[in-house]
Each structure stands twice: as C-alpha cells, then as structure tokens.
C-alpha cells in the first residue's frame, strides 16, 4: 500500500474516530460518523442498520439518502444483508446488476438506482449486530479495497462505541404514518428561467413524535412546511394525509384541512392587538371544527392567569405561548412551527420548548418543527436535514434530550 492511502485511510479513520468517541451522545456519534464515511468515499448514500434479534430483522439508526426509510425494516436472512448478517464478512459490490446476491436497497426507486457499493458488519463480543452500507460513488466509479478498509475501520470503531454504550432502536413499525410526501417538487419563475426550490422530497411524519427539521436558508424547509400546511402548490409528486391524496386539494377540502387537522406556530406571534389572550385564543375557537375550551387551551401553556392580559402586556414567550393555545384549541392531529423560538431570547425560548415538549409527550399531538438551531434537534424524535431541497439526511435520537437540557 502506498503512503499516499496509508494516509488517506489515516486521515479517513480519525475523523471517524473524533465522531464516535468525542461525541457527546450515541446517535450523533453514529450519525455524524456515518456522514463523515459517506462524504470520505464522496457516495451518494448510506445507511447503518440494526438487528433486532427479537424479530429477526433490521432497523435504520440514521442513513442519508434520497429516501425517507425511517419507518421501514427489512429481513436479515435476504439479500446483501443478508450475506453479511450470516457470515459476518465484509462485501463489495461492483455492478448490482449482474450481482446474484443483490435483491436491491430500501433506497431504490425510479429516480435513484443502487449501481455499486460497500456492506461492512458491525461486530461486538456478542456477534454481528447490524451492518453499514455505502452506496454508488458520485462520480460513477468503483469502490477499491482502500474504500472497503475505511468503511471496515468505521464498523469496528461503532461497533466498539455501541457495545460500551449500548443502543436502543425504536422501530416505529406501531406508528402510524399520518403525512406522506413522495417525489414532491417545488419550481418558482426566477427572472428568465425556473429556480427549483424542492427536488424529490420523499417523507413520512408519524403520528405522536417531534420532528425537527434542519437547513441553511434557501434550503426548501419553509416551502415544504407550507406544502404540508396547504398553503403552497406543490409542481409535481403527492402530498398525502392519513391516505388521502392532497396533491391537488380543491378550496373547500384545503379549508376543512387547515381547520380541523393542522396548528399553525410561527416566527411572528400574530395576535390582534385590541384583544385579549383568552379573546386571541377564542377567535381561533370559533372557526375549528372540533375545539377544545379555550380557557384549556391557555391553562395547557401555562398561562391561565394572563387571559384577561393584552399582547402589549405579555412578555415575547409569553406571546408565543398565546399562539401555541391558538394552535391547541383546534384540537389539530399535526402542529406546523416555524422558527418559533427565532424572534426569543434564551429564557422565553426555553419556556415555548417545554411547552413544545409537553403537547408532543402528554397530548400526543405531532409537532414539524423547522429551525435554524441545531441544538433545539437534540429534543427530536427524528432530524431531518434539508440541503439543496433535497433531503440530505434522517436519524433517530435514540435519547432524545429534555427542554430544560437544551442550551444554545
């Protein structure tokens, strides 16, 4: 081996290492480390499973792709995975095609096939416990056996971190999809041309979890929370609700939608100066479907004793906890916020949080939360990470923090 490779696989391995064992908690270790593999090898997706011996079959912890496979398993006794979970070998495909072995990944489709890639265990005291896949090289070439030892380095250094550890996946095989977006895109007129905004977004959000959703600005995150809100037009793809398809919803179907099922929190707290807390959170009331009281809807936030206070008497969390109510009164089934801690100092930011926290633990409402702060993802159930309007990667927090832990 040259000391060229010798470095680059040097180079590869610390970086993985500085993820896995300086990391702060197990599923960022894993995900940043499966990140940094994937970016190493310049591939276009990855993805490391976990086996649940109970079931026989493998979970996601974290992958980055083109799919959204959070909610899918697959048998360890089939395919590629198969091959390694059995024999506890590394595996190298060089063209999926001709590859009797190969029955495909959860990431192929029509717009993205599985050519080339690399299956490396994951090997504890214990056995092989889950495997790693990288998947096609960006620039269409082969993966060498230089590749293979960086992805072989990677397994035996999270294998090593999980069996110290140790790592509980849940499987949300239970839960039940409530939206789903598949293949959505999003064009704008730009000048003489078409600026693409969403390029293939493929999403689930299940019922009765938190889930942050990270990008720089111009990333797609606010287009698709309003296609989700029915607020925007998605161009082409299908927008689904509890199975029913929203692609193309007529007004009367958006109306009843935004009505009955969804909340809205944002940046801008958006209350009616001349009226009241109780009054702001009653407006809202009035048009839902099916509400709850609003006096309930202020006392769950908190703020019971400041229904008869005007906006100007509030404090900014204190505003923004008055919106959330108007989001709870609904009764909605999702609650959409946007940067709702943005505009919010440290304290108040912390307060609309454990409120935040609160509707997704004990009133079992789904919360689509879009922010710039990496820091509010740790409360997640899952991040998903937008780049480009693409999606660019979904993990688990296996341990996801609590409000009062999260700092910034």
Same mark, same amino acid.
């Given at each position: /081996?040259?000391?060229?490779?010798?470095?680059?696989?040097?180079?590869?391995?610390?970086?993985?290492? $500085?993820?896995?064992?300086?990391?702060?908690?197990?599923?960022?270790?894993?995900?940043?480390?499966?990140?940094?593999?994937?970016?190493?090898?310049?591939? $276009?997706?990855?993805?490391?499973?976990?086996?649940?011996?109970?079931?026989?079959?493998?979970?996601?912890?974290?992958?980055?792709?083109?799919?959204?496979?959070?909610?899918?398993?697959?048998?360890?006794?089939?395919?590629? +995975? &198969?091959?390694?979970?059995?024999?506890?070998?590394?595996?190298?495909? +060089?063209?999926?095609?001709?590859?009797?072995?190969?029955?495909?990944?959860?990431?192929?489709?029509?717009?993205?096939?599985?050519?080339?890639?690399?299956?490396?265990?994951?090997?504890?005291?214990?056995?092989?416990?889950?495997?790693?896949?990288?998947?096609?090289?960006?620039?269409?070439?082969?993966?060498?056996? +230089?590749?293979?030892?960086?992805?072989?380095? /990677?397994?035996?250094?999270?294998? /090593?971190?999980?069996?110290?550890?140790?790592?509980?996946?849940?499987?949300? $095989?239970?839960?039940?999809?409530?939206?789903?977006?598949?293949?959505?895109?999003?064009?704008?007129?730009?000048?003489? &041309?078409?600026?693409?905004?969403?390029? &293939?977004? %493929?999403?689930?959000?299940?019922?009765?979890?938190?889930?942050?959703?990270?990008?720089?600005?111009?990333?797609?995150?606010?287009?698709?929370?309003?296609?989700?809100?029915?607020?925007?037009?998605?161009?082409?793809?299908?927008?689904?609700?509890?199975?029913?398809?929203?692609? %193309?919803?007529?007004?009367?179907?958006?109306?009843?939608?935004?009505?009955?099922?969804?909340?809205?929190?944002?940046?801008?707290?958006?209350?009616?100066?001349?009226?009241?807390?109780?009054? %702001?959170?009653?407006?809202?009331?009035?048009?839902?479907?099916?509400?709850?009281?609003? $006096?309930?809807?202020?006392?769950?936030?908190?703020?019971?004793?400041?229904?008869?206070?005007?906006?100007?008497?509030?404090?900014?969390?204190?505003?923004?906890?008055?919106?959330?109510?108007?989001?709870?009164?609904?009764?909605?089934?999702?609650?959409?916020?946007?940067?709702?801690?943005?505009?919010?100092?440290?304290?108040?930011?912390?307060?609309?949080?454990?409120?935040?926290?609160?509707?997704?633990?004990?009133?079992?409402?789904?919360?689509?939360?879009?922010?710039?702060?990496?820091?509010?993802?740790? /409360?997640?159930?899952?991040?998903?990470?937008?780049?480009?309007?693409?999606?660019?990667?979904?993990?688990?927090?296996?341990?996801?923090?609590?409000?009062?832990?999260?700092?910034?």
């Amino acid at each position: /081996m040259t000391s060229d490779k010798k470095d680059r696989i040097s180079r590869a391995t610390y970086k993985i290492m $500085e993820k896995l064992l300086l990391t702060d908690t197990l599923d960022e270790a894993l995900s940043g480390s499966l990140q940094t593999i994937i970016d190493v090898l310049e591939s $276009e997706a990855g993805i490391l499973w976990f086996l649940d011996k109970k079931t026989g079959r493998l979970f996601p912890v974290c992958h980055s792709g083109p799919e959204d496979v959070s909610g899918v398993s697959i048998q360890s006794d089939s395919g590629i +995975e &198969g091959v390694v979970i059995a024999t506890g070998e590394k595996v190298r495909i +060089e063209d999926a095609s001709v590859d009797p072995r190969f029955e495909g990944t959860v990431f192929d489709s029509q717009t993205f096939k599985t050519k080339t890639m690399i299956c490396v265990p994951l090997t504890t005291s214990e056995g092989t416990i889950g495997l790693i896949e990288i998947i096609n090289k960006k620039d269409g070439s082969l993966y060498s056996e +230089e590749d293979v030892t960086i992805s072989s380095r /990677m397994a035996a250094v999270a294998a /090593m971190t999980i069996e110290e550890k140790g790592l509980i996946v849940d499987t949300g $095989e239970e839960k039940k999809v409530l939206i789903s977006l598949r293949d959505v895109t999003k064009d704008y007129p730009s000048g003489e &041309g078409v600026s693409h905004v969403l390029q &293939g977004i %493929n999403l689930d959000i299940y019922e009765n979890e938190f889930v942050v959703v990270l990008g720089e600005s111009g990333c797609g995150k606010s287009t698709m929370m309003n296609i989700i809100g029915g607020m925007d037009n998605l161009t082409s793809g299908t927008l689904t609700i509890e199975g029913k398809d929203y692609s %193309n919803p007529t007004d009367q179907e958006l109306t009843a939608f935004r009505r009955g099922y969804l909340g809205f929190i944002f940046q801008a707290y958006n209350l009616m100066p001349n009226l009241t807390a109780l009054e %702001n959170v009653q407006f809202i009331a009035e048009i839902a479907k099916d509400p709850i009281k609003a $006096e309930d809807a202020l006392a769950k936030v908190g703020l019971a004793d400041k229904a008869g206070s005007y906006p100007s008497q509030l404090s900014g969390g204190q505003q923004q906890r008055v919106s959330i109510a108007r989001a709870l009164v609904k009764n909605p089934r999702v609650i959409l916020a946007d940067e709702p801690t943005a505009a919010l100092d440290f304290v108040s930011g912390q307060e609309v949080l454990r409120v935040i926290e609160d509707i997704v633990k004990n009133q079992g409402t789904t919360v689509v939360m879009v922010t710039h702060n990496a820091e509010i993802a740790k /409360m997640a159930n899952r991040v998903v990470k937008l780049r480009s309007g693409k999606i660019a990667s979904i993990k688990w927090n296996l341990n996801p923090l609590s409000a009062e832990d999260i700092v910034w």
